[in-house]
């Protein structure tokens, strides 16, 4: 039997209201939402406890948390239209996601809000069996219904275009189409914002002079149908590299040529072997050097393209993989892009595609203009092995335990103590925690216990104060009688008094 996603069960609409009613009920016996508790910020303008930007997988899961403890001043921003956070339905070009379908991703410990309930309440559990992985559109719709049933409130067509300090607090600059003001005060700000979110797309040197027309990144939108009958070569052998190139052969392209700088092909996924919960919580505590031994060894090798996108490539006959074929430069000829390659041979093409992922750099963050260079990165804090030099790893920041950017000076700008980082970037300082399914949840309710540790010790005295002033009895004072003791012999104390 073949599993067809297009097919959901006659009861699937039913299935799923009385899953959303699972939901309901579950949150219910745990007390969901919670009241909300943090002191009000006294100013002219209202303020935000949290601002959390992103409405994507890391964002609606941030947000689900604040709510889960109680945090109930805050605002979810996402720059795309609703249904489109993230990259499930923009560059991200895989047919399905890499991680295993059974991972429990934002279902934040309830077995109601895992895909597999999803999933089954649409499909039956005789489809479960039968899926191997999960169809990329699928998470997406997923993801539609989690922010859904949790009601979670993210605003959409919101862009946060700067993040400045204002005496103790933060004013974020909004623009886009679905802002209703344009700027809000923070006292804490939670950058959810994924893959890219520290950086930008990694643009290699050899296209700076190249016309944008005849080349694009993999997370730029790209017009497939118009490399029908045209020579593509793709820079890269990762995922999203090997993802467009199917995207290119599938929509007619005449040949498609990997141009790969390694000599052989990446083919273990090194991290996936010692995912567990003790790496998940042993990470964080880990020295710098063996955080750095650890992260530097992961990018070295490389995470492999899975199996079935591969093969998504290779089945094609006008697909081809050239190792060692590393690009040197570019130049036009005309109409066609002539790529020199460190094996001293030409190749050429009408289109390249840059599989090339992204790079950490806070300087590229628009919203952090100023004062980025302030952030203190790996680079400033650690010198690895010259065997294990990186300079890429250097430019991840190096975060405090809560997420939060450190200063490369201490007093230059300590606003940075209420930006949270909680990206892909913050994988070098605490692990995969922040950025991809398997320990999102995990890392969300650590962000939150972190952020209410702080705006609890931040606001003592108020919490003091409410300790000194509360005085709801618990008993009323007629549910005993005082006795006076029974006559008796004195104590021994008392006949020598």
């Known amino acids: 039997m073949v599993y067809d996603a297009q097919a959901p069960l006659p009861s699937a609409a039913k299935s799923l209201a009385e899953l959303g009613q699972r939901v309901r009920d579950d949150l219910a016996c745990l007390c969901y939402p919670q009241v909300n508790w943090v002191v009000p910020t ?77 999933f089954t309440a649409r499909f039956g559990n005789e489809a479960w069996t039968i899926l191997d992985k999960i169809p990329r559109p699928m998470w997406m719709e997923y993801l539609c219904w989690y922010r859904k049933v949790l009601a979670l409130p993210v605003e959409n067509d919101v862009e946060v275009t700067r993040i ?38 990694n643009i290699p040197a050899f296209v700076h002079g190249l016309p944008q027309k005849y080349w694009a990144h993999s997370a730029h939108k790209i017009d497939f149908a118009g490399l029908r009958g045209k020579r593509v070569v793709v820079v890269g052998i990762g995922a999203s590299a090997v993802d467009n ?45 063996r955080r750095w031994q ?41 109409e066609e892009i002539v790529i020199e390659t460190s094996q001293g041979r030409q190749v050429r093409a009408d289109f390249m595609i840059l599989g090339t992922g992204f790079g950490v750099d806070p300087l590229a963050r628009k919203e952090l203009d100023g004062y980025a260079d302030k952030i203190l990165l790996w680079q400033d804090r650690f010198t690895p092995p010259d065997d294990q030099a990186n300079s890429d790893l250097g430019k991840f920041p190096y975060l405090a335990d809560d997420f939060t950017f450190l200063e490369r000076e201490p007093g230059q700008a300590p606003w940075l103590a209420n930006i949270h980082s909680f990206n892909s970037a913050a994988a ?11 320990g999102i949840s995990e890392g969300a309710a650590w962000l939150v216990r972190e952020i209410a540790a702080k705006l609890y010790e931040e606001d003592f ?4 104060q409410r300790l000194m002033d509360y005085e709801t009895p618990e008993l009323r004072g007629d549910e005993w009688t005082a006795s006076p003791l029974p006559e008796g012999e004195e104590t021994t104390a008392r006949k020598q008094a």
């Open 461 to 464: 005295d108020h919490y003091w």
């Open 164 to 201: 400045l300090p204002e005496g103790q607090l933060l004013r974020l600059t909004l623009a886009g189409d679905g802002a209703a003001e344009t700027s809000v005060l923070a006292r804490k700000v939670v950058m959810a914002t994924g893959r890219d979110g520290m950086g930008r797309p």
């Open 294 to 334: 650890i992260m530097n060894y992961s990018l070295r090798t490389q995470t492999p393209a899975p199996r079935g996108s591969t093969m998504r490539v290779s089945r094609h006959p006008n697909a081809y993989f050239h190792f060692d074929a590393g690009v040197e430069r570019t130049e036009l000829d005309g």
């Open 42 to 118: 006294a100013c002219e303008d209202h303020v935000h406890d949290v601002v959390v930007i992103g409405g994507g997988m890391c964002g609606l899961v941030a947000s689900f948390a604040l709510k889960s403890a109680g945090i109930r001043n805050f605002r979810t921003f996402d720059r795309s239209p609703a249904g489109f956070e993230g990259p499930w339905l923009t560059y991200a070009r895989m047919e399905t996601l890499r991680s295993p379908k059974q991972l429990t991703g934002p279902a934040y410990g309830m077995a109601s809000l895992t895909f597999r309930a999803w």
């Open 245 to 289: 190139a199917a995207e290119a052969l599938e929509a007619g392209a005449a040949e498609v040529r990997h141009l790969i700088r390694r000599k052989e092909m990446p083919r273990i996924n090194k991290l996936m072997g010692i995912g567990s919960f003790g790496f998940t919580a042993g990470f964080p505590k880990l020295g710098d050097a």
């Open 428 to 438: 070098a300082s605490l692990g995969k925690v922040s950025g991809d399914i398997p």
